[in-house]
């Protein structure tokens, strides 16, 4: 069972900065994919950034592309995303996630190909 613990949220202005944290409770990640979906009010989650846990090839969504980037510390078994030039259509509550099956399929944009998920953070942005 992985647990998962977001942190890092808040409420911003547009065009400022925030660096989200993801830490994992399995230390044995290696055939994992790890991702950021985030769901707006009203909305389906969607799919921000993953990254496999060995690896560095990290995958965007294209409202994204530019101003995210996600990375990991495999010594601290954590996942960050730093989203740089923040919109107000940024705002939602982030989730981080945990899977196997995205790691060998290479469908990452997919919410169900995650097993474990965090409890979310909520980001805000102000216009």
């Known amino acids: 069972q992985v647990q998962l613990v977001e942190s890092g949220g808040g409420l911003v202005q547009a065009g400022n900065s925030l660096r989200l944290s993801c830490a994992a409770s399995?230390?044995?990640?290696?055939?994992?994919?790890m991702a950021w979906f985030r769901q707006a009010p009203g909305k389906e989650r969607e799919f921000v950034s993953a990254i496999r846990w060995s690896g560095n090839s990290p995958y965007y969504a294209d409202s994204v592309k530019g101003r995210f980037t996600i990375s990991r510390d495999n010594a601290k078994n954590t996942v960050y995303l730093q989203m740089n030039s923040l919109k107000p259509e940024d705002t939602a509550v982030y989730y981080c996630?945990?899977?196997?099956?995205?790691?060998?399929?290479?469908?990452?944009?997919?919410?169900?190909?995650?097993?474990?998920w965090g409890q979310g953070t909520q980001v805000t942005v102000s216009s």
């Open positions: 996630a945990a899977g196997r099956n995205p790691y060998y399929s290479g469908n990452y944009n997919s919410p169900n190909q995650y097993n474990y």
């Open positions: 399995e230390r044995t990640l290696n055939n994992y994919a």
